[in-house]
């Protein structure tokens, strides 16, 4: 492999990401439809508010001042917040990572592997938001039958089996 390969197929893979990202944010833009309208579907909006919003959100600029903020985001992996619960969507893809790796390599919670059913940490993550102790989710998640599966039926024989003990 020559030198001269290797910049070109690094220039080829370079305008090809190039392409996408400008075909992504085009198509945004091109589609029917005003995006603080759909965001804001169910409120009744005075256009002081609307211009407000398009402010907020960079709508009211040129597009190339759009596109160059839009990149410059893209590249230092901002993605901005969710419009469903206003946490960042970065923090969110994390999550949804280490969700992901728990069930492919095995559980791992509080830095002890859980030597039971896959979806398990789902479970101990579960009843943590409820207010539970992790310590005592995972000693009962242990004492649960093998052929228990699925992660709701789980929750719920942990529950009972708490609800016994208080």
Partial sequence: ????????????ALATL???????????????????????RSEKLTPDDVAELQAEYG???????????????LLTLDF????????????????????ELKDKMGELVGGRLI?????????????????????????LLKELPKDLEGSEARVKEVLKRLGKRR
């Fill in 1 to 12: 492999m020559g030198r001269g390969y290797l910049v070109r197929k690094l220039l080829h």
């Fill in 18 to 40: 190039f392409f996408v990202v400008a075909f992504n944010f085009v198509l945004f833009r091109v589609m029917p439809g005003d995006p603080i309208e759909l965001l804001t």
């Fill in 59 to 73: 709508l009211d600029q040129p597009l190339h001042v759009q596109y160059t903020h839009w990149v410059k985001r």
């Fill in 80 to 99: 901005g917040t969710s419009f469903v619960d206003g946490r960042p969507v970065t923090k969110k893809i994390a999550e949804r990572i280490v969700v």
């Fill in 115 to 139: 030597g039971s059913a896959p979806g398990d940490g789902d479970v101990v993550e579960a009843l943590r938001g409820l207010g539970y102790r992790e310590r005592e989710v995972v000693e």
